[in-house]
């Protein structure tokens, strides 16, 4: 499922491949990712205009296509965005298409089709009608501090929750809280100062290195919790078999030894 991270990789390289050529159509396959927007309307607003800008906030991508238009993309359990030179044939759960003039496509790719596309006036506005809180990777040190240490419950299903701070995902929840050396259960307003400081060093760690390696699972670290986790699975700290448990209703990977409850 794109993370933040992902999408931050999707956001480049639609900012590398898909801006300022004028959209000649909008092919709608299958409508179901469309919210709250018709295949014609959606055809309509966008046809003679260009894709200006983007803008990321947690797991949504915003692409500007004129005043007070915004394209929101976001991309579920398995979207992402695949860019076809002339003649290339899209991919089989291309769900809707932007055409350019120089026959160039952007395909918005989703096998179990969870992702939404919509078009809105106002990112400040959307994030608030959703609720969403600072993206991860603009918190600051004193915001994470309050928004953390605030909040009763596990740290894990804090760091989850889009509405405290918006981007982290299970995988990367796991990640964050097994560099910091964590229990995904600790109970997040029993950390201290120094504990908060170090979780958020982590998140930043994490997250910025992902995007570095372009969420290329082959070359995150070996050291990192993400390659071993599941089954079978050992630490790649101490070598102990990896635990799981529910926490904030998902299925977390941690190591027992390494990662104590604050
Ligand atoms: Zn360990």
């Given at each position: 499922m794109p993370e933040l991270p992902e999408v931050e990789t999707f956001k480049r390289f639609l900012d590398s491949t898909s801006l300022h050529q004028r959209i000649t159509d909008v092919e709608v396959r299958d409508s179901y990712v469309l919210k709250r927007v018709s295949a014609r309307r959606l055809t309509r607003r966008l046809k003679g205009r260009r894709f200006e800008n983007s803008h990321r906030h947690g797991k949504h991508l915003f692409v500007r296509a004129g005043d007070e238009l915004w394209l929101r993309l976001h991309f579920g359990m398995t979207g992402s965005p695949e860019y076809l030179r002339h003649g290339e044939v899209p991919p089989k759960a291309a769900r809707v298409i932007f055409c350019f003039t120089d026959n160039c496509r952007l395909a918005f790719d989703d096998q179990r089709k969870f992702g939404e596309i919509e078009l809105i006036e106002s990112i400040d506005e959307f994030l608030q009608a959703r609720g969403l809180g600072p993206d991860a990777l603009n918190v600051s040190l004193s915001q994470f501090r309050a928004i953390v240490g605030k909040h009763n419950g596990a740290v894990k299903a804090i760091l989850l929750n889009q509405k405290l701070i918006a981007g982290i995902g299970n995988l990367y929840a796991d990640e964050i809280l097994f560099r910091a050396r964590m229990h995904p259960a600790t109970e997040a307003a029993r950390m201290s100062d120094k504990d908060l400081e170090g979780l958020f060093r982590a998140m930043?760690?994490?997250?910025?290195?992902?995007?570095?390696?372009?969420?290329?699972?082959?070359?995150?670290?070996?050291?990192?919790?993400?390659?071993?986790?599941?089954?079978?699975?050992?630490?790649p700290r101490c070598g102990r078999a990896l635990k799981s448990a529910t926490i904030g209703g998902r299925t977390s990977w941690f190591c027992a030894h390494c990662q104590k409850r604050a």
């Open positions: 930043r760690y994490v997250l910025d290195k992902a995007i570095t390696l372009k969420t290329d699972f082959n070359r995150l670290p070996k050291s990192w919790l993400l390659t071993h986790r599941g089954k079978a699975g050992r630490c």
